[in-house]
Each structure stands twice: as C-alpha cells, then as structure tokens.
C-alpha cells in the first residue's frame, strides 16, 4: 500500500504477535478491507502473497492502543475547567503524537468538549476519536469559576446535555474533576503562576506554585491546613519575598484555588450518579483532594447497577500508602483502577517520582488499565512506554500489559473501542509494529487496514 491512504490487501509476517494471553513467534497477520482476515502461526517465505507484504522480523505486532484518558484531541473546550480551545494544529499535533508512539483509539476526557467537536477530530485524523460528558450543573459551575474560556455562560447554553451527548455517542461521563478545577496540577502550571504575576509581576515555576498552594492549603486542600513556616520559605524560594505580604500571598492562593474546589467535588458525586442513570462509565479524577468524596461514594455505589473508573489512581498528590489503600477499597466496591505515566516514566518534569506507579503495579491484579492523562503541551510519556516499562519491571507479562492498553480498555468503556484490542480474525486492523527491544520505535501503525505510520513516519492516509 502507498501513503494515500487507501485499503489494499497486506500480509505483516515474521515478528511476535502478542495475542490474548500468549505471544506467538514468527507469526502472521493479513489484513483486508479493514479487518484482520487470517492470524497464522507462521507464514512460509515460500509462499506468494497477492497484497502488500511487510517483515516485522526483529518487531513485536500488537493491537493499536486504547488511551481511555486523554486530553486535548479536540478543538472543544479544554480540560474539565472548561478552558479555551486549544490551536488546531496544537490538538491535530497531539493526535500525531499519539499515534506515532502506536495509540490507534483515545477518549476525550474533556467533557465540555461537544460531540461536534469530538466528530470533526474523528473525521480529521486517523485516530479513532471518542467522547465523553461533564454536562452537569455541579461540574459546569466548577468550570466556570476555575477559568470556563471555553463556555458559554450558562450550561443550557452549551447546546448539549449529557443525554443528548451520550444519545450522538458519548462513551462515558468524564473526567469527573480535574487538576484545574481541584487545585491540582492545571493551578500549579497555569492559574496560580497568572495570579502571582499579576500581582507580583513575578512569573512563578509550576514547582514553586505547587509549594506555596500546599504549604497554603495541604495536600488534601482545605484552608484549615495552612502551615505558617512552610509557607514563608516556600514564599522566599519563590523570590516573593518583600514584593508581597504573606497575608496577602496566603489570600492569593485560596481565592485563586478554593472557589471552584466545592462544586468540583459536588460535580463528582453528580456525574457518579448520572452515570447509572445514562448507562455509561463513569471515570473520576482520585486524588488527594477527591479522597473523601470518592469513598464516600465507594459505599453508596457498592452492589449498584454503575460502573466508576479511578483516574490516575497512582496520582502523586496521595502518599504511596494513600494510593494503595484507594486502590484497594475501590476495588473492594467494585471500581476499576486506571493509572497514568502522565511524565512520570521518562520525562520526569512535571511528575518526579514513580514510587506511586511501581506501588500499585506490584499488587497482583489491582490495576486494570494504562493509561496517558496529559502532560505540559501535551508531552506525557508515551503509552507504549507504559508498556515496556511494566514489563521489563517484571510487574506484568508482556501479554497482560498489553491487554492493559488495548482490550482491558475497550472491555472497560463500552463504545470506546469496540471489536478492537485483539489480534483475531474479524476483528478492525488497528495493528502497532514495534521494535521488540525498544517498544517506542514505533515501525508502522495501520488503522481500520489503512497503513498511517510508515517505517515511523506519518502517511498521507493520517490526515484527513
């Protein structure tokens, strides 16, 4: 097949196939009109092949991956707090990212972002695209006093429910409260550095905004956990020092963090509830600052006709312990537990620590799927580096973590990303050759039979 992004027969033949539960060696896949007609245990060199033939000698050949939490794929209103749209060619760029490292499916957990917009980044990009909703009062509210650039200004003016978006598709409500809206990680990048500047005319590091809000308002965000020592030295580090008084300082960071803190939390326990009404999945944003609402809602959910995901269970926010023990009673409830590289595996700006990741990842059976979130411009570490990460940690086999990016995903989200996720005959060809050594040297990528990375290059057939 050429880069023009038509279908023709193809037989990929020579790597593994990581299978279900088992990898094949030298094995075979054929594709044809978009759907994996034929998997061989071997393919005789011998034999003539009318189609496209490509050696995946040296290569690992798995499903195209499922990112169930992803950001910024869209030109809807960004992030949970609503925020302006992003560029078209910064989300187009973050699709291409996406697919070059072998993600052929990602959910949109912006969920202000319309079914509109979700349908015209499915239509412009190879990646399957899906959507999800957060158009409830609580989480609108939350949105509009963290930043809400992006929305109208009342929640009937948004020209969608999360009726109406799941009736034109919607997979799931989420994320139920965000980084932004919960005095995470979107206040110490962006909200809290905006205000200090404007008040200062000191532009603040993302590290440095993150000490002064904790120091301020503790890892579990409440202004009753103000530490006064912490907070004059992590006020010096800052270079705030004589430019603005600690009492004022203190003010800054609460009415910057804490109005869109309540109806975050609100916004959880209504979209929770949505869900089992709407009959999708719910995906809650678990953190330190989600803590006690989400166990909250671990008891009222329990035996009830709804299914919740834990976003980012390995969330750094949380001690080790913490995030074990959430880990642990959701599952009890009946939740699944997601985690996310977010940068943690490679990068390592944002997010410096992976004792979280490795702490849940060491529990047999605790996690059920990887998966990205979003990093600084959309720069998370990859999801196939989640992959080889846990693998050659020993955490899982090289099946089971896969299945954890692909199938384990799909069979999770309903509509995400259905009869995708395995290497069977009858299944659509989203397909990933990949380096066996080092899974991030991403050979090609088809979708829907359709080759759109070529020898680790975007084909014609990517954009549409």
Request: one cysteine or more; aromatic letters at 4%.
């Amino acid at each position: 097949m050429n880069s023009d992004g038509k279908r023709m027969r193809t037989l990929i033949h020579g790597g593994t196939l990581v299978r279900g539960d088992s990898t094949t060696a030298m094995g075979a896949l054929v594709l044809d009109g978009g759907v994996i007609t034929d998997v061989l245990d071997r393919w005789d060199p011998q034999h003539t092949f009318d189609g496209e033939t490509v050696s995946a000698s040296g290569c690992l050949v798995m499903p195209g991956l499922v990112n169930s939490h992803a950001h910024g794929v869209t030109g809807g209103p960004f992030m949970p707090s609503g925020a302006s749209p992003l560029e078209e060619q910064v989300w187009m760029g973050n699709l291409d990212r996406h697919l070059l490292a072998g993600t052929t499916t990602v959910l949109n957990l912006c969920g202000f972002s319309g079914m509109e917009s979700v349908a015209e980044a499915d239509r412009r990009h190879a990646v399957n695209v899906r959507g999800a909703t957060t158009h409830f009062p609580e989480s609108f509210r939350a949105a509009r006093l963290s930043d809400g650039g992006g929305l109208p200004s009342t929640l009937s003016d948004c020209g969608w429910s999360a009726e109406s978006m799941v009736e034109a598709g919607a997979v799931a409500i989420g994320e139920l409260g965000g980084g932004q809206t919960l005095g995470g990680g979107g206040q110490d990048l962006v909200y809290l550095p905006d205000a200090i500047e404007r008040s200062t005319g000191i532009r603040v590091s993302p590290v440095h905004a993150r000490e002064l809000k904790e120091a301020a308002l503790g890892r579990f965000i409440d202004p009753d956990l103000f530490e006064t020592g912490a907070f004059a030295f992590a006020a010096q580090e800052a270079g705030l020092s004589g430019r603005i008084k600690l009492a004022d300082l203190r003010e800054l960071v609460v009415t910057t963090v804490m109005p869109s803190v309540e109806p975050a939390r609100n916004g959880i326990r209504e979209g929770v509830l949505e869900a089992e009404r709407l009959g999708v999945p719910a995906i809650v944003h678990s953190a330190a600052a989600t803590r006690q609402i989400l166990l909250d809602l671990m008891k009222e959910t329990r035996n009830r006709n709804v299914r919740v995901i834990a976003g980012h269970a390995n969330h750094a926010s949380y001690t080790p312990d913490e995030a074990l023990e959430m880990a642990q009673r959701g599952r009890e409830a009946g939740w699944l537990n997601e985690v996310s590289t977010f940068d943690l595996l490679y990068r390592r700006q944002a997010v410096k620590t992976r004792d979280h990741w490795d702490r849940l990842l060491t529990e047999p059976g605790l996690v059920d799927t990887m998966a990205t979130d979003y990093g600084s411009e959309g720069r998370h570490d990859e999801l196939i580096g989640a992959i080889q990460d846990v693998v050659s940690h020993g955490f899982r086999t090289l099946p089971d973590a896969v299945g954890m990016a692909t199938s384990a995903a799909a069979e999770a989200i309903p509509g995400l990303a259905p009869n995708r996720g395995r290497l069977e005959r009858g299944r659509i060809a989203d397909i990933v050759v990949t380096d066996a050594d080092d899974l991030r040297d991403v050979k090609f990528v088809y979708i829907d039979g359709i080759c759109v990375v070529r020898n680790g290059d975007i084909t014609e057939g990517a954009h549409r």
